[in-house]
Every structure is written in structure tokens, then in C-alpha cells.
């Protein structure tokens, strides 16, 4: 079985009844309920709370945590100053996020400041205050609390009876006899040539991860419900379900682009996966990376102890017949079709079935069945 990252699976969750009166709370978000969650589930393991400053300095400066273990993104709480007045280093408090009756303590191992420029540029790789990402950490609070998490109540979910933690998952890889998983993120529908990528890697894997992202995306992404809905609709029709586990990832994007495609790949590594695909553009936005640059990435990671499969542009071939890649399509672009994102937009936002040789039609149909499948 895959070695969780960090060589243990974390544990921070222990189910208990905690009575909170006269207790100070501090009220988070859905983006930080999230995150206690994966700490205290593992999925970022080997992390066991919210990232200190020397933590937080490692990763922005070597893509790694003080101990030298591979990080590229931070996991951080962010306070509003006011929300922690009276509490010191060393104090205990409660997170709760009211909505989904999430509760959980914090031991504050450290109290600090960072300039939050500074960490965009060292993550996203630019200042553009247009950058989702870059605009995400320009709006955080001044003060960041970092320290052991406990988690006593999980959230009340959405989309629940698919959402599976790395202790399901390694179970159920367990139980099938799969050695070699490979794992797929995605944040939209899939399309012919998401298909070819799953089916190719699977042609020589034990087992298939579908791990779409339910969290907080950008404007005009697709909806969770319509990704979910699209990809059973896949699974049923075209796909050995024996071979193929469809599970939700609760955090959020943040189109960090070849530094959240290693983050991609740590997580699916403490779920039990042993190779992950790394498409064209991972997790990019715009013109903010370059299209490989979440490839050459990896190479910076020897250590990083989960595979990465890299896949370059694939497109539908007329003369060939079928989905196919540079490398092996010997026509030009007169012949090919390419898996153009926004387009297959326009044709869905115009009531349309995209041609099958982009979408199946039971994925179109799926998606379809929604009056508006964007986030507006």
C-alpha cells in the first residue's frame, strides 16, 4: 500500500460532545471548514494543523516544509485581529463554521504577521490582483494563527455519500487487490479527450481515482452538482465500474497552476494513489503559466514518492478516427478537433449536444438537465 506523505496517515478527529459556553470561539469559513477537515482526515497530511511562520517561509522559498518535506501550497488560518484579543501562545480555542455545525479546537502554537504580497508572488508567481488566487490572498486577514487541530463534529455536506477519506479509500483499494491506482483531478465535466487520458492510464493501472473538487471555484466554472451528475453518467455507460472509484475532494481551487498540480499530487498520494495525471495547463488560469509548466515542475520533487503521468495535447482526429495525440497523429490541423473548453461552453449554454466526437451524449444530456450549469 502507498505510503501516506510524511510516512503517516494523520488522525485528528475524535468524535466528543463539548460544551462551549463562556468558551471563545473564532467563526471560520467554508474555505477553512474545508480545510480542517483534510488536516484532520489526512488528506494534507503529514500537516496536523494550520502552518507556523517558519512552516509558511519554507514553503514560499523551496516548495518544501521546515523538515524538507515537499509543500507547494500553504495552509494557513487567517484572523481578523479583534476575533483573538486576550488569547495568547499556547491557549486553546474553538473553529466552528455555523452552516455545516462544524467544531473544532486549535492549540496556538504561534501568532504572526506576513506580508501578504509577498506570499502571492512567491505562490501564484505574480501580483496581478487578477488572479483569483492572488485576489484570494490580497483579502485575507492581518493576523494568522498557526497549531495543532482537533476536530469534534464534522460538517453536515452536500453530495456526502460521495465523499470518501484516505482511510475509505485505502480500504477499498485494499479490498480490490489494486497496487497501482492512478488518480484524476478535475474541476469540470469530461469530454472525449478527458476519456482517452482516464482510459489509457487505466490500461495500465489496477484502478481508476475520479476525484472532481467540490469547493469554492471561479465564476463561470462549472457547478459541483453538474460535474458529479456528468461524470456518473460516464461511469455508467462506459466505464467497468469495478475498475473506477468516483469520490468528491472538498477544497478549494487555487489556480496556483504548476505548485497546485504537486499539491494535487500529495493529496492523492495520502489517499493511496500511486500515479496521477498531469494534464496541459494543471490548475492554470489565463495566461498566467505556461502550458507544460505544471510538468517541468515535478522535476524539482525526486522525493515526492507518487508518479506523475503526464499527458500533452490530445485532440479527435477525422483520418485517424478517434481521440489521439501529437505523438502519435501523423495528420495536421485541417483533420483535427480540438477539446476547445470554451467552446464546449458556448454549445452547452446554447442548449446544444456538443458532436460525439467531443462529448458523449449521455454526459451532454447530463449536464443539460441543468437550467444553468455555471456558477454565476
Known amino acids: 500500500m502507498q505510503e501516506p506523505h510524511g510516512g503517516a496517515l494523520v488522525n485528528r478527529f475524535y468524535p466528543k460532545e463539548i460544551d462551549l459556553e463562556d468558551a471563545n470561539v473564532i467563526n471560520v469559513n467554508q474555505e477553512i471548514a474545508d480545510d480542517i477537515e483534510n488536516i484532520a482526515h489526512g488528506v494534507f497530511s503529514p500537516l496536523e494543523g494550520f502552518m507556523c511562520y517558519n512552516d509558511l517561509e519554507s514553503v514560499m522559498d523551496r516548495m518544501r516544509l521546515e523538515n524538507d518535506i515537499p509543500w507547494t501550497i500553504p495552509i494557513i488560518l487567517d484572523v481578523d485581529p479583534k476575533t483573538i484579543e486576550g488569547l495568547r501562545e499556547g491557549d486553546t480555542t474553538f473553529l466552528m463554521h455555523g452552516k455545516s455545525s462544524l467544531l473544532a479546537s486549535i492549540e496556538i502554537e504561534e501568532i504572526f504577521s506576513v506580508d501578504r504580497k509577498r506570499l502571492a508572488e512567491k505562490i501564484f508567481g505574480t501580483k496581478d490582483p487578477s488572479h483569483p488566487g492572488v485576489k484570494m490572498v490580497l483579502g485575507l486577514n492581518d493576523r494568522f494563527v498557526g497549531g495543532k487541530i482537533t476536530l469534534f463534529r464534522e460538517a453536515k455536506r452536500e453530495f456526502g455519500k460521495l465523499l470518501l477519506w484516505p482511510k475509505e479509500t485505502r480500504s477499498i483499494f485494499k479490498e480490490r487487490g489494486w497496487k497501482e491506482i492512478v488518480a484524476f483531478q478535475t474541476r469540470n465535466p469530461p469530454h472525449m479527450g478527458h476519456e482517452y487520458v482516464q482510459k489509457v492510464a487505466l490500461t495500465l493501472m489496477d484502478g481508476l481515482f475520479i476525484n472532481p473538487i467540490v469547493g469554492k471555484k471561479r465564476k463561470g466554472d462549472f457547478r459541483n452538482e ?151
Do not use: W
Open 226 to 376: 453538474v460535474v458529479l451528475a456528468s461524470y456518473e453518467a460516464l461511469i455508467k455507460n462506459y466505464y467497468p465500474k469495478e475498475r473506477v472509484i468516483l469520490s468528491i475532494l472538498c477544497t478549494s481551487m487555487k489556480y496556483a497552476g504548476p505548485r497546485e498540480a504537486v499539491h494535487h499530487a500529495i493529496m492523492r498520494k495520502n489517499f493511496g494513489c500511486t500515479h496521477f495525471i498531469v494534464g496541459r495547463d494543471h490548475a492554470g488560469i489565463g495566461n498566467f503559466y505556461k502550458p507544460y509548466d505544471a510538468h517541468k515542475i515535478f522535476a524539482n520533487f525526486p522525493d515526492l514518492g507518487i508518479n506523475p503521468v503526464f499527458f500533452r495535447s490530445f485532440f479527435y482526429c477525422k483520418k485517424c478516427r478517434g481521440v489521439v495525440n501529437e505523438k502519435v497523429c501523423p495528420h495536421g490541423e485541417e483533420d483535427r478537433i480540438n477539446f476547445s473548453g470554451t467552446k464546449i461552453r458556448s454549445i452547452l449554454k446554447q442548449g446544444k449536444v456538443p458532436p460525439p466526437e467531443v462529448m458523449r451524449p449521455e454526459v451532454a444530456q447530463a449536464i443539460l438537465k441543468f437550467s444553468n450549469p455555471f456558477i454565476e
